[in-house]
């Protein structure tokens, strides 16, 4: 053990350590350097026990924010994320998505484990695919890497088999919520393997971003056509707007 150490040291030393996000030079074995870290806008509880919007306050009975108490819009049975897609989040996401950063998978899934602390009886953890396509041009599949990284802290059995996009899409960017929701409707199935183990059971979606909810609603849709009991997503990062996206700003600053 004392010759690890003395190696880590001798390599912190020739090669000194920098924040994943900007590259500033930083010490200890923390990724991110104290500027990035507190760019990293944290959603934190009370949060909204549908979607996992941040809330100002304890509410009495269960924590339901505005918008779902109106109408829950969302298939699913419940959703957390880990921080407001900006700042260093966005940064992390882009990086892992199109920079060939597979690095930064086991920091992420590390800060997902965060938002599922109360999360139980989850059978099994399935990422959004990508079409093998996309899958050949970028490398690997980013929400893959973050479920893998997630089990592996929390143990929980991991399935990437068992869902698959047959549709190739084009991309979501630049495209508004109903385009988004029509880009992929259809353009996921539950694979043979998938369909023998997923009846009665719950699972947790793994994503990297939650922008509108299109991608994740047409896989909820198509995971419960194949019987399975609850979907609860997971995402790193969320576009929030409007009074959520102020009142996270403000507790962060």
């Given amino acids: 053990?004392?010759?690890?150490?003395?190696?880590?040291?001798?390599?912190?030393?020739?090669?000194?350590?920098?924040c994943v996000?900007?590259?500033?030079?930083?010490?200890?074995?923390?990724?991110?350097?104290?500027?990035?870290?507190?760019?990293?806008?944290?959603?934190?509880?009370?949060?909204?026990?549908r979607c996992g919007t941040p809330l100002n306050f304890e509410l009495p009975g269960e924590n339901i924010c505005e918008e779902c108490s109106r109408k829950f819009i969302h298939i699913f049975d419940g959703a957390r994320s880990v921080a407001a897609y900006q700042g260093s989040a966005r940064t992390l996401v882009l990086k892992l998505k199109h920079a060939d950063a597979a690095?930064?998978?086991?920091?992420?899934?590390?800060?997902?484990?965060?938002?599922?602390?109360?999360?139980k009886n989850v059978?099994?953890?399935?990422?959004?695919?990508?079409?093998?396509?996309?899958?050949?041009?970028?490398?690997?599949?980013?929400?893959?890497?973050?479920?893998?990284?997630?089990?592996?802290?929390?143990?929980?059995p991991y399935?990437?088999?068992?869902l698959k996009r047959h549709r190739a899409t084009p991309s979501q960017k630049g495209h508004n919520?109903?385009?988004?929701?029509?880009?992929?409707?259809?353009?996921?199935?539950?694979?043979?393997k998938g369909y023998l183990a997923l009846e009665r059971k719950n699972v947790l979606l793994i994503d990297d971003v939650w922008t509108t909810g299109a991608t994740l609603t047409s896989c909820t849709k198509t995971l419960r056509k194949a019987g399975v009991s609850k979907v609860y997503v997971l995402t790193f990062a969320r576009v929030l707007k409007g009074e959520a996206l102020v009142r996270l700003s403000e507790d962060t600053l």
Avoid at 1 to 18: A, E, G, Q, S, V
Avoid at 159 to 162: E, G, K
């Fill in 103 to 119: 690095y930064l998978a086991p920091l992420m899934g590390s800060l997902m484990q965060r938002a599922i602390k109360d999360l």
């Fill in 177 to 192: 919520a109903q385009e988004r929701y029509e880009n992929v409707e259809g353009a996921f199935s539950v694979t043979k």
């Fill in 159 to 162: 399935a990437p088999s068992f």
């Fill in 123 to 156: 059978d099994y953890v399935i990422p959004v695919p990508l079409h093998w396509r996309r899958l050949l041009k970028r490398k690997y599949n980013q929400s893959a890497l973050l479920a893998y990284y997630l089990t592996k802290k929390r143990h929980l």
């Fill in 21 to 49: 996000c900007c590259q500033e030079p930083i010490t200890g074995d923390v990724a991110l350097c104290a500027t990035c870290w507190k760019k990293l806008s944290l959603f934190h509880t009370p949060w909204c026990a």
């Fill in 1 to 18: 053990m004392d010759i690890l150490r003395f190696f880590k040291r001798m390599t912190n030393i020739l090669l000194p350590p920098h």
